[in-house]
T-cell receptor, first 115, second 111 residues
Framework: DTGVSQDPRHKITKRGQNVTFRCDPISEHNRLYWYRQTLGQGPEFLTY????????KSRLLSNRFSAERPKGSFSTLEIQRTEQGDSAMYLCASSLFEFTTGELFFGEGSRLTVL | GEDVEQSLFLSVREGDSSVINCTYTDSSSTYLYWYKQEPGAGLQLLTY?????DMKQDQRLTVLLNKKDKHLSLRIADTQTGDSAIYFC???????????FGGGTRLMVKP
């Protein structure tokens, strides 16, 4: 499978715990995006990388959220001290940065449930 | 900030045409997209249109853009049960920039 893969697909945690999600983009894609989707809503942009550089992080929901892409390949999204309001689907997408359509290729998401 | 609005739900009969509407507020939107989300699957790009176009046709899909009114529509001809999904409108100011999505329109196709 050469699509975007995310792990884990579902995470259940207790409030106050830290969680980390991993995203493996399509191998030749240099851009990687994180979105959050809550029930009945569209995806909400969080942050994105071009290679290893994080180009936009002002949309991260709070300072409890952080993302890395250390070698410009896979990325991790960490949420510290989780709250019930963090329960959502976390989507990763990748793209090849060229002046084309800007199409994003999405993974199937990591669903977080905070008890 | 940017805002993208869609109606929540649309129900059509198999074989009919479906029209899903979207409005956006950002006048600098350059790229407008329609994504499809099926249960348990990632979002998939259906089609896109540049802001200097009024219409784009791609097989059963027709996208209409009224830039003056900031209104985008997706018409699906000969709608099939396999078209049942959630359809998201999205905009960006340039290719590769972050997308702003609408809340999605759930399309139900009845046999």
């Amino acid at each position: 499978d050469t699509g975007v893969s995310q792990d884990p697909r579902h995470k259940i945690t207790k409030r106050g715990q830290n969680v980390t999600f991993r995203c493996d983009p399509i191998s030749e894609h240099n851009r990687l995006y994180w979105y959050r989707q809550t029930l009945g809503q569209g995806p909400e942009f969080l942050t994105y990388f071009q290679n290893e550089a994080q180009l936009e992080k002002s949309r991260l929901l709070s300072n409890r959220f952080s993302a890395e892409r250390p070698k410009g390949s896979f990325s991790t999204l960490e949420i510290q001290r989780t709250e019930q309001g963090d329960s959502a689907m976390y989507l990763c997408a990748s793209s090849l940065f060229e002046f084309t359509t800007g199409e994003l290729f999405f993974g199937e998401g990591s669903r977080l449930t905070v008890l | 900030g940017e805002d993208v609005e869609q109606s929540l739900f649309l129900s059509v009969r198999e074989g009919d045409s479906s029209v899903i509407n979207c409005t956006y507020t950002d006048s600098s939107s350059t790229y407008l997209y329609w994504y499809k989300q099926e249960p348990g699957a990632g979002l998939q790009l259906l089609t896109y249109i540049f802001s200097n176009m009024d219409m784009k046709q791609d097989q059963r899909l027709t996208v209409l853009l009224n830039k003056k009114d900031k209104h985008l529509s997706l018409r699906i001809a000969d709608t099939q049960t396999g078209d049942s999904a959630i359809y998201f409108c999205a905009e960006s100011t340039w290719a590769g920039n972050m997308l702003t999505f609408g809340g999605g329109t759930r399309l139900m196709v009845k046999p």
